[in-house]
């Protein structure tokens, strides 16, 4: 993805081959539906939207989008299933679930199946652009990078090809546990706290919900971390850190090493 500056002035994100960003919106309220899309082409976007779960995976198939925009509350089935759907034939799709504003549950459930983000009814279009571009710029590799492959421990993580593995065996991530765990491996056994993982892997003020970190540190570590030593660590009232599991390789110090020394000023 690359930013450029739209006919009217005004910043626009584009694919690198300058086409436009392809978004699927999904809501069984049409005056709503009608909004978003509106809102979204005004960003220079191209938009398909649909009313109900069956819509959305036949468009989706058709139309191959880029990012989707998915009400949890839909007439023929839940977002759940229809997200099940989409990632079968887009694994990697960024989408972002519209819940209502007391519907913590739905919130949860969703991100725990693997949706990278929400917004609660009602919301403003400004902060759902905002959260489709900081979803956008963070589940594409932009430019080419001279080292592409983190290693801690044994934990890989290669940023071109999206692929992580511990110990050999693959593992799955959606788009927001990948950079998530990205920051964490490009500083590996610094602890780093809640703003610094807000302002980083989401890119935008969550408005005080940052408990969002703590739920997906807890999604990776089932991840990375079941049934294995663990690797991410939590620093009570600090943040969070990643290291190599003790017995690996890269936790041992070489036999005949001397101690290492920390200067002091």
């Not at 910043?11 to 005056?31: F, I, N, T």
């Not at 709503?32 to 069956?54: I, K, M, N």
């Not at 839909?74 to 504003?101: I, S």
Request: aromatic share 6%; charged share 30%.
């Amino acid at each position: 993805m690359t930013t450029t500056a739209s006919p009217q002035g005004r910043p626009q994100l584009l694919h690198d081959d300058g086409s436009p960003v392809r978004v699927l919106v999904v809501d069984d309220e049409a005056p709503l539906a009608d909004l978003l899309a509106l809102a979204l082409r005004y960003e220079g976007w191209e938009v398909r939207s649909a009313a109900d779960g069956a819509e959305a995976v036949r468009r989706a198939r058709e139309f191959r989008p880029d990012a989707v925009v998915l009400d949890v509350k839909l007439p023929d089935m839940d977002g759940l299933a229809v997200l099940g759907r989409l990632r079968h034939a887009q694994p990697d799709v960024p989408v972002l679930f519209l819940t209502a504003k007391d519907a913590a549950g739905d919130r949860i459930a969703g991100l725990t199946a693997g949706g990278d983000d929400y917004v609660t009814k009602p919301f403003g279009m400004e902060e759902v652009v905002a959260r489709l571009c900081g979803l956008l710029r963070r589940s594409r590799t932009a430019a080419p990078r001279a080292r592409s492959v983190l290693t801690v421990g044994d934990l890989v993580l290669d940023e071109d090809s999206r692929e992580v593995s511990r110990g050999g065996t693959e593992i799955r991530l959606t788009a927001t546990e990948f950079e998530l765990l990205r920051f964490l491996m490009r500083n590996p056994r610094r602890v780093l706290s809640k703003p610094q993982i807000l302002d980083r892997v989401w890119s935008y003020d969550f408005g005080g919900q940052a408990n969002v970190v703590e739920l997906y540190i807890s999604y990776l570590r089932r991840k990375i971390d079941a049934g294995r030593e663990p690797m991410i660590h939590t620093r009570r009232g600090v943040g969070y850190l990643i290291k190599p599991a003790v017995g690996s390789p890269a936790s041992r110090p070489l036999e005949g090493a001397s101690p290492k020394k920390t200067c002091t000023a």
